[in-house]
């Protein structure tokens, strides 16, 4: 009698980016989302469901994975979409992997059950977190995963998150030795950009270019210490075994204040007082500033609304992790990992507002200290596996990072393919970021042509757009030719002009009516040749 064994369930293919272990995690974390359906089954495709439940969510579907698209627009795309592609919709669509998923795997999770945890889309901001919550309360108990059973008291118990392998993901990040930082910017910049490095040796983190690095930061003491004040609180007090002001510095979120804190300090107020906070928690603004009111400033706005402070913390987010483009090559760079960093610095109403992370490792991180880091595994943002295709590269600012690390990847394995960079700041003198290297790797021919554009230098803003127009018939025979493209930098904006300049040069220079210079792009990006990284 012939025994029939059925193979062993794997729902992440071999060609998947993944380390052997990775792998058999993963497909073992998916295995358990899909839960019985799968048993002895082959192999989901992306966005297959298990034959009883709806459509889930993936990006081959999904007319309205368009990080530039307002959330009306993609939620009309959706309105007669399944459930998981509903809450696809409201993600950022930049799968930028800060919730630790892509968009659609987070969808996936939320439905399924795997994932409570709703405001994890950091791009995606309270709107996505209230759109979400909307959808979870139309359709939250027809979801295609059990209920979280009931403990004694009535409560559901505190799921804790799954960890995944050590450094490789956010539940599970390891701790490494912050090394330095040499600010980018020569005098008379307007910004303050920082080259960070930080030393790997001692974790078990490899990487590829392309791929990004979380990092937790900590709030800024002051802000910190000024919540503080405003509560009233005492800054020893213990709250859950450690002190409120640590709890503060490095467990929960400072920036825009959350929609529970307004339902707490609507509970603390009566009159108008409370009929504004209540419209500011159902994310309406009644008075013109709900767009710069973070935690201090709600309480400022509300000044006798005081809560106790352990129920003033259960109001806040949980402090999330910011991603980072790497801007270093393992083979270039051993053991250590490099950032482009822009220290983000502001005032408003009187009041000094800071980036946490970008001010963390900008100013307040000591050297040779501790940082608690993981790795996020690219998306399809990766050098093409063939060394002889020609690479297009365009990032403004700091968008740069990733093609740094492109560039020192390419001269590190003598890549015979052509490399041409778009690069684009304010000025010249102050913001030409990596100016030395970028020439020498010029000099040395890894650098095939570098185009610059300077928005503050003349009588004329100049984009990195206008410079590809520019290079127009250039740039055309380097796609005809094979070259791959890529983008690394603001979703909504420039990223957007990147694709319209690419439209506009398939149509002046390659012959093509408006509707075939759109596919043309749309072609490009399903072959894999256009690649962003968009944040």
Known sequence: MTQHVTPPLVLIPESAPFSADQRSWLSGYFAALLGPAVEGATALAPGEAPSTGPKLADNDDAPWHDPSMPMTDRMELAKDKSEPQKLMAAMAQQDCGQCGYNCADYANAIFLKSEERLNLCQPGGKETLRMLKRLDEEFGASGGGAAAPKAEGG?????????????????????????????????????????????????PITYEVGDSLGLFPANAPALVDAVIAELGARPERKIGGKTLRDRLLTEYALGAAPDNLYQLLSLLTSGEARRKAQALAAGEDPDGDAAHLDVLGALHKFPGARPDAEVFLEALDELQPRLYSISSSPKMDVGRVSLTVDAVRYNHRSRLRLGVASTHLGERLPEQTKVKIYLQKAHGFALPEDLSKDVIMCGPGTGIAPFRAFLRERAATQAPGRNWLFYGHQRQASDFFYKEEMNGLKDAR??????????????????????????????????????????????????KDVERAIIDVAASHGGKNPDEAVAYLAALKKAGRYQADVY
């Open 446 to 495: 890894v650098l095939t042509r570098l185009s610059l554009a300077w928005s503050r230098d003349g009588s004329e803003k100049t984009y990195v757009q206008d410079r590809m127009r520019e290079n127009g018939a250039e740039l055309w025979k380097w796609l005809e030719g094979g070259a791959h493209f890529y983008v690394c930098g603001d979703a909504k904006r420039m990223a």
């Open 155 to 203: 409560d559901a118990p505190q799921k804790e998150p799954e960890l995944g392998p050590l450094g490789y993901c956010r539940e599970n990040p390891v701790e490494a030795t912050f090394l330095s930082r040499t600010r980018l910017n020569a005098p008379g910049g307007e910004k303050e950009t920082w080259h960070i490095e930080i030393d790997l040796k001692d974790t």
